[in-house]
């Protein structure tokens, strides 16, 4: 395993030189556009991307499916949050591994304008690495299979609704200086093909529970005698949806303050320290962000390995043991006859 990361870590750099001129240049752009107002917006929209809003959505997906009127937005939602996730978080970023802006770019001559963008911005922290984001494709994928959904069922009026605010938590990781432009922009791309993926699966399962009997039985609005009024219901979901957000966003005002990894072999880490977690316990008394933590154990783990190959490398070779006096001389080994005879 060890053996393919410096492939992938040259992967990861490579994307940094090709694209520099164009992150920079949108970094630019986005950095003279900072003020208090648009930092507040940018963490409210970025806030829609975060994993303490996107679990939530994926457990009221799921609560969705029980109910044979909403069953398509269910599934869309539950199979595009899945199909995304397996895509960046478990294939994309541990195969690119490329490193964060506010880390590598204390490498260029850009660090002085990005630094200053970045601490106006809150500083904010990841603990992962930067190719794709996985905000910017949460945001997609679940605006994508609801605007699909909504456009099905002939309600175009609110269908654009979803992508636009996708569109906001896509800019507002460049603005808050946590992503390079290419990033996000590889994020929204597999964000909307994960939606359409999940739109396309959420059919073929509805079709399924429509053949077959028991399945098709499955209905939770059944409990209600008096039926579900949809508007009441859609104000319920509006609500659950409201105080989530802001529950992530909340989360999000904090991190500023959270400790930094403390790696500053070839740079100062910027990402977020794992503190008090089990999986990452402190390396002589230093926390580390789960990166820096896999790589030090890693390299420790491979110089304990190297040490003991030199070890036995530098061992001295086994002498022959002495011929026993009670062997007579023709039992005796022929080197140990010669030697006697001589």
Known sequence: MFEILPLAAALGDKIDSSFFGLDTSVFSFFGNLQNGALTIIAKMFTSMGDENFII?????????????????????????????????????KPLVLRVRPYNTLQLTDFWPKFSQWYAAAGSLSESDYSFPSGHTTSAFEVATALCICLAANKKGKVAWIPPVLALGTM??????????????????????????????LACLACLIFSKVKFLDSIDAGKLFKNGINAKVCGALIAVFLLAVWGFSFGKLLTESDEIKCAYSAEYDCNNKARIGESKYPPIDGKNYCKIHWKQLTSEGAQADEQAGEDSETQAPAAQPAEPSEDITATEQPEEYQTAAAA
């Open 56 to 92: 939530p959505v994926a457990i009221l997906a799921l609560c969705l499916c029980l109910f044979k009127k909403t069953r398509k937005y269910g599934f869309a939602v539950l199979f595009a949050v899945a199909c995304g996730t397996i895509i960046t978080n478990l294939w994309l």
């Open 171 to 200: 800019c507002s990781r460049i603005y808050l200086m946590v992503h390079y432009p290419t990033d996000v922009f590889a994020g929204a791309v597999i964000g909307i093909c994960s939606g359409i993926i999940g739109f396309a």
